[in-house]
């Protein structure tokens, strides 16, 4: 049989930090909670858990970046809501964002994870922060934990 790397979902003594948006904060509070309480049901303690909170959606990745180089978090959850709207706005937000996000992991071998909604609606974004579609920011927190799991077992493997 292969070796299998695979993370789980047992939090241990993490560290971890969140970045959220104010702007659509109606659903962004909705996305803090779901993470808030997903590490606070996998063991981690309110005084490993920071938040920082920014403007909008394209303020967070510098702040994400930081907290990620700064070797005090074994993982960073964004979270933001970017709501279409009758303009193009929101291409000019979502894509530098979520490129920018995704560098901040890549140049920290930190996790740093998605949970940013980008919907036509805010019915669609409200589906997404609790509704019918669950809860992004709960889904953002538990990809954090496997993600920290599953780097762990790849430096005990000497990857």
Known sequence: MPNLLDGNLLAGDIHVAIVVSRFNDLVTDRLLAGAIDT???????????TVVRVPGAFEIPLPAKRLAESGKFNAVVCLGAVIQGETSHHEY???PMASAIMQASLSSGVPVTFGVLTCSSMEQALDRAGGKAGNKGIEASLAAIES????????SHGI
């Open 39 to 49: 590490f606070r049901r996998h063991g981690v303690a309110d005084n490993r858990i």
């Open 93 to 95: 937000i979502n894509h």
């Open 148 to 155: 920290i799991n599953l780097l762990t077992q790849m430096t």
